[in-house]
């Protein structure tokens, strides 16, 4: 497999793209190393990232982050994983998704995970990020609607939590504690079934009162 892989180049302040399999400009070389499962276009990429803190907080910076003990694969799964020392950083830029389990996470205790949900709505939704389909929840303020996710934000990726990924109509992985969606490739949302991946079909008859899923669908 060849080391220029990533479709998209990054030029440094001499207007030179970086050689193949090295880091870019400005990556970040410090922190603990956390299992990372992050996938492209065309490539599955697994090893270990550097980090400090929560991996998305990361990803978010938009910085190169330095990756070690990395094997890679076509993301069709046509071949295994195989080794590739020459990787040495990913761009946050180049992921479409990153799949995510409570190891890249810091420790928290039950109150603190609260508190990461606190005073918001959870949606079951379908993210459409070609050629990727996931599936999940996602946890937003009041009065933000899913569909506010397709506009320009300063969080590059959104986590989706209890979510699966397609590809092709197969999963890619199996149920995941959450996975990093990267905003940039997102280019539909609806709220669904979350155990279909379908929108929900309406029920006959009047609601009863008070807010339905009907409703916050509309």
Known sequence: MPFDFLKRKKVDGAGKAPAAGQPATGHTRSGRGVPFDGLTEEWRIVGNMEVSGRLSDALNKRESITISDVQWAPVNGSEPLAP?????????????????????????????????????????????????????????????????????????????????????????????????????????????????????????????????WQDRSR
């Open 84 to 212: 590739a020392p020459g990787l040495k950083a990913v761009d946050p830029y180049d992921l479409i998704i990153v799949l995510a389990s409570e190891t890249s996470l810091p420790p928290l205790n039950d109150e603190e995970r609260t508190a990461h949900r606190v005073h918001k709505v959870s949606y079951d939704v379908a993210l459409e990020v070609p050629p990727f389909r996931v599936v999940g929840t996602v946890f937003l303020h009041p009065g933000s609607e899913p569909e506010r996710l397709l506009d320009r934000a300063t969080e590059m990726f959104v986590p989706v939590v209890e979510a699966t990924a397609y590809l092709d109509g197969k999963p890619v992985a199996p149920e995941m504690d959450a996975i990093l969606v990267n905003r940039f490739y997102l280019r539909g949302i609806e709220q669904v079934d979350r155990r279909t991946g379908e929108r929900h079909q309406k029920l006959p008859g009047a609601p009863l009162g008070g807010v339905s």
